[in-house]
């Protein structure tokens, strides 16, 4: 079911209005001016992963001045995570950057809202509402309903956006628990038109985070609800990307990338299909169209599956088959599976 909010422009993406979402990730290191070109060069590698938007935290002007200069080296549109301190967001806009997101738990006064959204309006920036539930407001840290809480929240400083006139706005509401997180965007999307980032706040490490933003992700995208996303995990910035890609491609039925099957292997292996995946991930997973890729150990199911995708690998005694578009192409040694292998998946 597809989103009926509003539209944001965030750098050259639209955000809600029936979009396909966006998937983000976040920098996990502060910025050094001396590792700019590597962050930018990693960047495109997320882009390449389908990662639309990257978001940085800017804790102080230093941080700020250095996503100004990254912003000119990178075309994904980059988002900077303000708190405390509005007055670093103002900074951040002097510089292309395509979001800010700021924290109504920590920003402080009204006026200063003000301020972030007037220079946001001279720019065309759009600003998010990021609402945490470990950083609530103090008059709604004691409310028993949490996911209420978050809510009001919210809608707080919508309404405060809302009397200047302010529209390019983005919401999330985030709680380290899947039914928080889920009932208080569905509370959210049933009274407004804001389009909405979705994602479980400190989910976990890589297994625990990916299971509870799965579940939460697309019971909410399953709804109509959630326009961009992140899946936040105590891990690498790829793996964040992979699994919101995945989690969007099944909530929408449609799928803009590859799609890897793989045996989970067992005592009839006679193909190493872990470490054959692994090495072929990252590359499989930048081809940005819709091709299945599998990587089967043995002969029990691996020919079927192998033949019914786009391009298959699969282990047979001492020997390994490449299947492509349901035929057999290429017969080799195990030893020489990846440069056969890559050899056919040129071809495609």
């Not at 020919?303 to 290429?330: L, M, Q, S």
Request: charge should be negative; glycine fraction near 10%.
């Amino acid at each position: 079911m597809a989103s009926n909010t509003r539209i944001v422009r965030v750098g050259d993406l639209f955000v809600g209005g029936g979009h396909r979402p966006p998937v983000q990730t976040m920098w996990k290191e502060p910025l050094r001016a001396d590792s700019l070109r590597a962050v930018a060069d990693r960047a495109r590698l997320l882009s390449d992963l389908g990662c639309g938007i990257l978001r940085f935290s800017t804790p102080d002007m230093e941080q700020a001045e250095l996503l100004g200069a990254l912003a000119g080296m990178v075309e994904m549109p980059l988002v900077a995570d303000v708190h405390f301190d509005w007055r670093i967001a103002l900074r951040c806009m002097d510089f292309p950057i395509a979001k800010i997101r700021v924290n109504p738990g920590n920003l402080g006064e009204p006026w200063k809202l003000r301020e972030v959204a007037a220079k946001a309006s001279d720019k065309g920036v759009p600003i998010r509402i990021g609402v945490n539930a470990g950083s609530l407001p103090v008059d709604l840290q004691h409310e028993p309903d949490r996911a209420v809480a978050i809510v009001a929240a919210a809608e707080r400083e919508v309404a405060a956006l809302d009397e200047l006139g302010f529209r390019a706005v983005i919401v999330s509401m985030k709680a380290s628990g899947v039914e928080e997180t889920v009932r208080a965007n569905r509370l959210f999307a049933g009274r407004h038109d804001i389009p909405l980032h979705i994602g479980v706040t400190e989910a976990g490490p890589l297994v625990q985070g990916c299971v509870r933003s799965a579940v939460a992700l697309y019971a909410l995208l399953a709804d109509g609800i959630g326009d961009t996303l992140r899946v936040s995990l105590s891990d690498e910035p790829e793996n964040e990307v992979i699994a919101g890609t995945e989690i969007v491609a099944l909530a929408t039925g449609t799928r803009q990338g590859a799609d890897i099957v793989s045996c989970p292997r067992c005592g009839r292996a006679g193909f190493d299909t872990h470490a054959f995946t692994e090495r072929w991930r990252d590359r499989i997973y930048s081809i940005r169209k819709p091709i299945t890729v599998a990587v089967m150990g043995c002969v029990v199911n691996g020919p079927g599956e192998a033949r019914h995708a786009d391009i298959g690998i699969t282990g047979a005694g001492d020997k390994v088959i490449i299947f492509r578009k349901g035929e057999i192409a290429r017969t080799c040694a195990p030893v020489d599976a990846d440069t056969v292998f890559g050899e056919e998946l040129a071809k495609l």
